[in-house]
């Protein structure tokens, strides 16, 4: 691949490119339209837990559309720009699309798979209480699980002050028979669970345009990308650095609140689609060369 990228022969603004600039500022403005009305698109089009029953079928890919504020959009679509408009002026349209919802929906895919081993060891406690109402495990639940309940969650908060309640009374009266206690616990966890679940939601292009910035270094690897438009490093050594970065955050849970294995789920399918493209490539060059022959 060449390593330069000559502006003349390319379009600055190739059709898929402008096409996705202006359907994400679309969703963004509906967006803030419908909050006003109190409906919340970010719930309705943005990425659940797959086992939830928040999940809708059509979020894989509406997720990639929507975003928590204005900077989140513009960043994500400056990077879509700069680094998507070479990548489809060299492939083409249709190539590049197919790579943009590729590598979006697997950033998806690869984000609730790590959260569902994060998730695992709480949610499985749950479940042996409500399948086994007994102390011992209702004991477990409390010891292995952290409530994140706000007082703005409608029915659920008032079922967990329900339950502290009865938790406490418990607490200052041992010896009491437990039935109450176990009762109230098997009504809050069982509509706990299914809140639980629908907790996580994931937004924004990001994953897509963790993809595109691969693509970028594997196809210029030797361009320059200025850092905070000053510092230049190469494309390649910027794309592993940080690959890197996102991987040591989200190992360590650092900037907690951004999807850092879904980035990293976008860089590993682009590379993974790369690969195939290319062996693709090579093959149908070696058959049209033993054919010439």
């Known amino acids: 691949m060449s390593d330069n990228i000559r502006i003349g022969s390319f379009r600055i603004l190739p059709p898929v490119v402008k096409n996705l600039l202006i359907l994400n500022a679309l969703f963004f403005l509906l967006k803030i339209v419908l ?40 960043f994500n679509m400056f990077a879509l720009w700069m680094f998507g408009a070479p990548i489809e002026n060299m492939w083409g349209t249709k190539k590049f699309l197919i790579f943009y919802f590729i590598t979006g929906i697997g950033a998806g895919l690869a984000h609730y798979l790590i959260l569902s081993f994060q998730m695992l060891p709480e949610l ?23 409530f ?21 009374h418990y607490q200052q009266f041992p010896n009491q028979n437990d039935t109450l206690l176990l009762n109230d616990a098997t009504v809050f966890l069982s509509e706990y669970r299914s809140y639980f679940l629908n907790l996580p939601n994931i937004i924004g292009a990001s ?37 890197a970065l996102e991987l040591f955050y989200g190992v360590t849970g650092t900037q907690d609140g951004v999807g850092h294995f879904a980035h990293l789920g976008g860089m590993l399918f682009g590379f993974i689609l790369i690969l195939i493209w290319r062996k693709q490539e090579r093959n149908r060059q070696n058959r049209n060369q033993e054919y010439y022959y």
């Open 148 to 168: 994140q309940i706000s007082e703005y969650s409608g029915r659920i908060y008032s079922d967990f002050i329900t339950f502290r309640s009865s938790l406490d």
């Open 207 to 243: 994953g897509s345009v963790f993809g595109l910035l691969l693509a970028f270094g594997m196809s210029f690897p030797n361009s320059r990308i200025y850092l905070y438009f000053l510092i230049p490093i190469k494309a390649k050594w910027f794309v592993i650095a940080y690959g």
């Open 35 to 74: 909050w006003k009305i109190n409906i919340d698109l970010d719930a309705l089009l943005g990425l659940h837990y797959f086992g939830a029953t928040d999940f809708h079928v059509w979020q894989p890919l509406t997720y990639m559309f929507m975003h928590n504020d204005f900077g989140h959009l513009f």
């Open 124 to 146: 499985s406690v749950i479940n042996t209480f409500l399948d086994t109402p007994t102390m011992d495990n209702l004991s477990a639940v409390i010891q292995n699980h952290t």
